[in-house]
């Protein structure tokens, strides 16, 4: 985006300033305005940026998308269809439900959730409810800054809700925690800022899961994630935006001493679709950072990865797979860097691509930064085709050949599906998976 | 296991015997860049007129660019008009006809670097040209490679006696606009090295090119041509050393490879400039284009790079694999110690049909320095069935230097392969000890490892280079240490 001409987002931020939440707190006030006088400056990440090397999100500008406000807690759903918003919640989970950016108490099911852990709005928690407003101040922006990309200060400037969940020490929650997001009006733009911290001991799952009707809109959304010592969180992200969307999702995590912090992230849908996922770690913690990406059309999927391996004995694992069909474009940036005081550090990286067709194109930039000399460090990265040596074996076994591709296609993605250790989730991602893989032979009895 | 760190430590170290300075009468011209600068500079250089106006075009289009700033090394903003575009040793009216003419002093300075460029002598199996400041000031077995058919000389003779050769290869590969140190070559280039290998000929000896910086104060700026016509084949070998100064100095070389049908082009680098001292102070710039273009069916060219000089290092040698069938191969060590930095990698640009590229990069980093992979594997669409096979390893050696890996993978073919594979790790004290238990010392121990790590890139040098190389790397030969 060119720097000259100031973003048309910009011209309007004055327009709905006065309607953001957390008007009366000062921090945050300067914070909005750094972040909009960095973003004025600056406008969406351009081609040029090294980090957005493969990814033009040029159009955004042109579409001019505009924020949905003038509801807060209750934003009117009878346009939304209630079957459909039931099929997005799953069964096992307390489920909140973030409608255009706004936390939506009426659909949300918290019952039997214990009194210590908090879900809410953060909103309503930068307002004072339950007095959360200083720990609000002391995370928020804390691990991302604004300096990190444009569309951080947007996020920040621009967010008009989220969710807050606190899991207090000791706490090991019972049932994961689902984040719905939907987005039910075309042209709206949602900008939801999340905090989730995880406290010493405590332990918990979250599901992030993106939905729209099928309109073009955009979410832009970052979550930021403390996972404190020997804290426990996993993080699974399901996108399945409408084909027409734009989605930008940014997960920030800092784990603490001992801390385990895994994530998995499936990236169905959308036309444009970006996700970051920075993690930072201390001594002795672990992370493991798991992907799939299965695009068809013109879906162009980005994923970028950052591991900052900050102490020693630190453990990272990664494993990035992508099925591109038709005209789609898969993405994939991973980065580890080990700093020059994290000795013993152990990281693996992996990308795996499968091509199936002539117009689609994988992309792939894995990078290792290291500045500490006793390490163990790999990364490795293939584009490519099935394994015709396996298509023959499989015929030898009396499968025709098509069948036999459609087998190791599905197998290929299927290894990602089956790390998710929720039912309800695994035969959603499941369902969401064979629905990209509509030829004979799929759906059978081997399954 | 600080005793074999120490042993580490000592092979490393080893003083830079090429730092001398030779002292000579020079032509020098005063510090600064412009117009009038490259005007002087083509006449000097007795060039014909198109060379002028190609000069003067890449100046004008290099003043409108920026030094770039991507790679991932840090050194301060270099003053342009500080430099000194042109120095040759004085001569006479035509310059050297035969080795007798040639100032003795240049003569012993090649001598004491161990390149005879009396024919006579021991490495009668190479023909050298030998690059001293802005000057080719002899290029050996003229005689024999013509019975060949080779044309083996000075590009400035080249623009002169080869014309059109010139102007149909010249910047086809490496264009004035591709980058700030392409265009700043393009403009004020001063000599190099030009290769035409005619169809079908097998080049009877190894080619080479010795390049000494020796006068403070100047930029070195050579440009290579070598071009292999349909079935020919060509190995060239280029070294470079440069006195010990506290100054930085610039080297900003462009070469271009054309692969014709057929052919096979085997281009292998020694690399040791000054590094620098301990502290980092002085050392030569090396800011590098080099590039490949297999433009005919079933070409070849093999890069093979040992770096271990140069305070920063950037150059990534490419191979653009037009022609179907066409091979691209790099194979590297980069060795970076104290406060060196090396950006270096390579490019495979697939384009045509079952294309074949081989990436082995192997980077050792040891003190402060800082070494980087970045390499580029592009497959087109119309590069069907392609291949790209690429491993880096990195070698770390003590625990304030850093190593760095960053591929980028572009494919857009689904009949493609493409394999990545990246490991950074420091020598296992499993190895060390295992050695050490079979009766090794230390020291036999590391050089052993070290140099089974870089094994897979000095078998591919030729047997000349592959000693120097591995005497650069402070190791002896594998053989002696059993």
Same mark, same amino acid.
């Given at each position: 985006?060119?720097?000259?001409?100031?973003?048309?987002?910009?011209?309007?931020?004055?327009?709905?300033?006065?309607?953001?939440?957390?008007?009366?707190?000062?921090?945050?006030?300067?914070?909005?305005?750094?972040?909009?006088?960095?973003?004025?400056?600056?406008?969406?990440?351009?081609?040029?940026?090294?980090?957005?090397?493969?990814?033009?999100?040029?159009?955004?500008?042109?579409?001019?998308?505009?924020?949905?406000?003038?509801?807060?807690?209750?934003?009117?759903?009878?346009?939304?269809?209630?079957?459909?918003?039931?099929?997005?919640?799953?069964?096992?989970?307390?489920?909140?439900?973030?409608?255009?950016?706004?936390?939506?108490?009426?659909?949300?099911?918290?019952?039997?959730?214990?009194?210590?852990?908090?879900?809410?709005?953060?909103?309503?928690?930068?307002?004072?409810?339950?007095?959360?407003?200083?720990?609000?101040?002391?995370?928020?922006?804390?691990?991302?800054?604004?300096?990190?990309?444009?569309?951080?200060?947007?996020?920040?400037?621009?967010?008009?809700?989220?969710?807050?969940?606190?899991?207090?020490?000791?706490?090991?929650?019972?049932?994961?925690?689902?984040?719905?997001?939907?987005?039910?009006?075309?042209?709206?733009?949602?900008?939801?800022?999340?905090?989730?911290?995880?406290?010493?001991?405590?332990?918990?799952?979250?599901?992030?899961?993106?939905?729209?009707?099928?309109?073009?809109?955009?979410?832009?959304?970052?979550?930021?994630?403390?996972?404190?010592?020997?804290?426990?969180?996993?993080?699974?992200?399901?996108?399945?935006?409408?084909?027409?969307?734009?989605?930008?999702?940014?997960?920030?995590?800092?784990?603490?001493?001992?801390?385990?912090?895994?994530?998995?992230?499936?990236?169905?849908?959308?036309?444009?679709?970006?996700?970051?996922?920075?993690?930072?770690?201390?001594?002795?913690?672990?992370?493991?950072?798991?992907?799939?990406?299965?695009?068809?059309?013109?879906?162009?999927?980005?994923?970028?990865?950052?591991?900052?391996?900050?102490?020693?004995?630190?453990?990272?694992?990664?494993?990035?797979? $992508?099925? &591109? /069909?038709?005209?789609?474009?898969?993405?994939? !940036?991973? +980065?580890?860097?080990?700093? %020059?005081? @994290?000795?013993?550090?152990?990281?693996?990286?992996?990308?795996?691509?499968?091509?199936?067709?002539?117009?689609?194109?994988?992309?792939?930039?894995?990078?290792?930064?290291?500045?500490?000399?006793?390490?163990?460090?790999?990364?490795?990265?293939?584009? $490519?085709? &099935? /394994?015709?040596?396996?298509?023959?074996?499989? !015929?030898? +076994?009396?499968?025709?050949? %098509?069948? @036999?591709?459609?087998?190791?296609?599905?197998?290929?993605?299927?290894?990602?599906?089956?790390?998710?250790?929720?039912?309800?989730?695994?035969?959603?991602?499941?369902?969401?998976?064979?629905?990209?893989?509509?030829?004979?032979?799929?759906?059978?009895?081997?399954? | 296991?600080?005793?074999?760190?120490?042993?580490?430590?000592?092979?490393?170290?080893?003083?830079?015997?090429?730092?001398?300075?030779?002292?000579?009468?020079?032509?020098?011209?005063?510090?600064?860049?412009?117009?009038?600068?490259?005007?002087?500079?083509?006449?000097?250089?007795?060039?014909?007129?198109?060379?002028?106006?190609?000069?003067?075009?890449?100046?004008?289009?290099?003043?409108?660019?920026?030094?770039?700033?991507?790679?991932?090394?840090?050194?301060?903003?270099?003053?342009?008009?500080?430099?000194?575009?042109?120095?040759?040793?004085?001569?006479?009216?035509?310059?050297?006809?035969?080795?007798?003419?040639?100032?003795?002093?240049?003569?012993?300075?090649?001598?004491?670097?161990?390149?005879?460029?009396?024919?006579?002598?021991?490495?009668?199996?190479?023909?050298?040209?030998?690059?001293?400041?802005?000057?080719?000031?002899?290029?050996?077995?003229?005689?024999?490679?013509?019975?060949?058919?080779?044309?083996?000389?000075?590009?400035?003779?080249?623009?002169?006696?080869?014309?059109?050769?010139?102007?149909?290869?010249?910047?086809?590969?490496?264009?004035?606009?591709?980058?700030?140190?392409?265009?700043?070559?393009?403009?004020?280039?001063?000599?190099?090295?030009?290769?035409?290998?005619?169809?079908?000929?097998?080049?009877?000896?190894?080619?080479?090119?010795?390049?000494?910086?020796?006068?403070?104060?100047?930029?070195?700026?050579?440009?290579?041509?070598?071009?292999?016509?349909?079935?020919?084949?060509?190995?060239?070998?280029?070294?470079?050393?440069?006195?010990?100064?506290?100054?930085?100095?610039?080297?900003?070389?462009?070469?271009?490879?054309?692969?014709?049908?057929?052919?096979?082009?085997?281009?292998?680098?020694?690399?040791?400039?000054?590094?620098?001292?301990?502290?980092?102070?002085?050392?030569?710039?090396?800011?590098?284009?080099?590039?490949?273009?297999?433009?005919?069916?079933?070409?070849?060219?093999?890069?093979?790079?040992?770096?271990?000089?140069?305070?920063?290092?950037?150059?990534?040698?490419?191979?653009?694999?037009?022609?179907?069938?066409?091979?691209?191969?790099?194979?590297?060590?980069?060795?970076?110690?104290?406060?060196?930095?090396?950006?270096?990698?390579?490019?495979?640009?697939?384009?045509?049909?079952?294309?074949?590229?081989?990436?082995?990069?192997?980077?050792?980093?040891?003190?402060?320095?800082?070494?980087?992979?970045?390499?580029?594997?592009?497959?087109?669409?119309?590069?069907?069935?392609?291949?790209?096979?690429?491993?880096?390893?990195?070698?770390?050696?003590?625990?304030?230097?850093?190593?760095?890996?960053?591929?980028?993978?572009?494919?857009?073919?689904?009949?493609?392969?493409?394999?990545?594979?990246?490991?950074?790790?420091?020598?296992?004290?499993?190895?060390?000890?295992?050695?050490?238990?079979?009766?090794?010392?230390?020291?036999?121990?590391?050089?052993?490892?070290?140099?089974?790590?870089?094994?897979?890139?000095?078998?591919?040098?030729?047997?000349?280079?592959?000693?120097?190389?591995?005497?650069?790397?402070?190791?002896?030969?594998?053989?002696?240490?059993?």
């Amino acid at each position: 985006m060119s720097t000259v001409t100031t973003s048309r987002y910009v011209t309007e931020y004055d327009a709905i300033a006065a309607k953001l939440p957390g008007q009366n707190l000062p921090w945050l006030q300067q914070l909005r305005k750094d972040a909009l006088a960095r973003f004025s400056a600056n406008g969406f990440p351009s081609p040029r940026e090294e980090e957005w090397r493969y990814t033009n999100v040029s159009a955004i500008e042109k579409k001019l998308f505009s924020p949905v406000l003038g509801f807060v807690s209750h934003p009117n759903l009878q346009t939304v269809d209630a079957d459909w918003l039931k099929s997005q919640q799953l069964e096992d989970a307390w489920s909140v439900v973030l409608v255009n950016g706004h936390f939506s108490i009426d659909h949300s099911k918290l019952d039997g959730l214990p009194e210590d852990i908090s879900i809410m709005s953060i909103a309503d928690a930068l307002v004072g409810a339950k007095n959360f407003s200083p720990l609000l101040e002391t995370y928020l922006g804390r691990a991302v800054n604004i300096a990190e990309h444009s569309l951080i200060a947007f996020n920040t400037a621009w967010f008009t809700d989220g969710v807050f969940v606190y899991v207090p020490a000791k706490q090991v929650l019972a049932k994961p925690i689902q984040l719905l997001n939907i987005v039910t009006e075309a042209d709206a733009m949602a900008t939801t800022r999340n905090l989730v911290i995880v406290a010493e001991n405590a332990e918990a799952q979250v599901i992030e899961t993106f939905a729209g009707l099928n309109d073009a809109y955009l979410t832009a959304t970052v979550t930021e994630v403390f996972v404190d010592q020997n804290a426990q969180l996993t993080l699974y992200k399901l996108q399945t935006e409408s084909e027409k969307a734009y989605h930008f999702g940014g997960t920030y995590v800092k784990q603490a001493k001992d801390a385990r912090f895994t994530h998995h992230n499936f990236a169905f849908g959308g036309l444009l679709a970006r996700c970051d996922i920075h993690t930072e770690l201390d001594q002795a913690s672990e992370c493991e950072l798991n992907g799939l990406y299965l695009g068809v059309k013109r879906q162009h999927l980005d994923n970028h990865t950052r591991i900052n391996h900050l102490k020693p004995h630190a453990i990272s694992r990664e494993m990035y797979k $992508g099925v &591109l /069909d038709d005209r789609a474009r898969g993405v994939f !940036q991973g +980065r580890v860097i080990v700093a %020059e005081d @994290a000795q013993k550090t152990d990281s693996l990286m992996n990308n795996r691509n499968l091509l199936l067709s002539n117009e689609a194109e994988a992309d792939t930039k894995p990078q290792l930064e290291i500045y500490a000399d006793d390490v163990k460090c790999g990364h490795g990265v293939t584009v $490519g085709q &099935l /394994d015709e040596k396996s298509i023959f074996y499989l !015929q030898s +076994r009396c499968v025709d050949e %098509e069948t @036999a591709r459609n087998m190791l296609t599905f197998a290929f993605a299927n290894e990602m599906v089956d790390k998710i250790k929720i039912k309800s989730l695994h035969d959603k991602v499941l369902e969401q998976v064979l629905a990209r893989f509509p030829q004979e032979g799929v759906e059978k009895d081997w399954l | 296991m600080s005793a074999s760190t120490q042993e580490i430590n000592n092979l490393i170290n080893k003083s830079y015997k090429q730092g001398f300075v030779t002292e000579l009468e020079t032509d020098t011209f005063p510090v600064g860049l412009d117009e009038a600068v490259i005007h002087k500079l083509s006449k000097v250089k007795n060039e014909p007129e198109f060379m002028l106006e190609y000069r003067l075009k890449a100046f004008r289009h290099w003043q409108t660019m920026k030094s770039p700033e991507w790679a991932f090394v840090k050194f301060d903003p270099i003053d342009y008009q500080a430099i000194s575009y042109y120095s040759a040793p004085k001569r006479k009216e035509d310059g050297p006809k035969s080795l007798d003419e040639i100032d003795p002093e240049v003569l012993a300075a090649y001598k004491k670097l161990g390149i005879p460029l009396d024919e006579q002598e021991k490495l009668a199996g190479i023909a050298v040209d030998a690059v001293f400041d802005s000057v080719s000031v002899a290029t050996t077995f003229k005689g024999k490679l013509k019975d060949a058919g080779v044309i083996f000389c000075p590009i400035s003779e080249a623009l002169r006696d080869h014309p059109e050769l010139i102007k149909q290869y010249l910047g086809s590969v490496v264009p004035h606009t591709d980058n700030y140190f392409a265009a700043l070559n393009a403009a004020v280039f001063t000599d190099g090295s030009f290769v035409y290998i005619p169809k079908g000929v097998r080049c009877p000896m190894e080619l080479s090119t010795y390049f000494r910086i020796n006068a403070a104060n100047t930029g070195q700026f050579e440009r290579t041509l070598i071009i292999a016509d349909e079935g020919s084949h060509v190995s060239y070998l280029e070294g470079c050393t440069a006195p010990m100064r506290d100054e930085n100095q610039l080297h900003a070389a462009v070469v271009e490879l054309i692969a014709l049908k057929d052919a096979t082009i085997k281009y292998s680098t020694v690399q040791n400039w000054y590094p620098g001292d301990k502290e980092g102070k002085g050392g030569i710039y090396n800011f590098v284009t080099k590039r490949a273009d297999c433009r005919g069916d079933n070409a070849k060219v093999s890069w093979t790079q040992v770096e271990t000089g140069s305070a920063i290092t950037w150059k990534y040698p490419s191979c653009i694999l037009t022609g179907d069938n066409a091979i691209g191969e790099f194979y590297s060590v980069a060795l970076t110690n104290n406060y060196q930095q090396a950006d270096t990698g390579t490019k495979m640009i697939h384009i045509g049909k079952n294309t074949r590229s081989t990436i082995v990069s192997k980077g050792i980093s040891a003190g402060k320095a800082q070494n980087t992979y970045r390499g580029l594997v592009k497959v087109l669409k119309s590069a069907e069935n392609a291949r790209n096979y690429t491993q880096c390893d990195s070698l770390l050696v003590g625990d304030k230097c850093g190593a760095h890996t960053f591929p980028y993978i572009e494919v857009k073919q689904p009949s493609a392969q493409v394999e990545h594979e990246a490991t950074t790790s420091k020598i296992s004290e499993d190895q060390l000890f295992f050695c050490q238990q079979r009766g090794l010392s230390a020291e036999d121990a590391v050089s052993m490892i070290v140099n089974g790590f870089c094994k897979e890139v000095f078998k591919e040098l030729p047997m000349e280079f592959a000693v120097e190389a591995q005497a650069l790397l402070g190791l002896s030969l594998e053989g002696s240490v059993g």
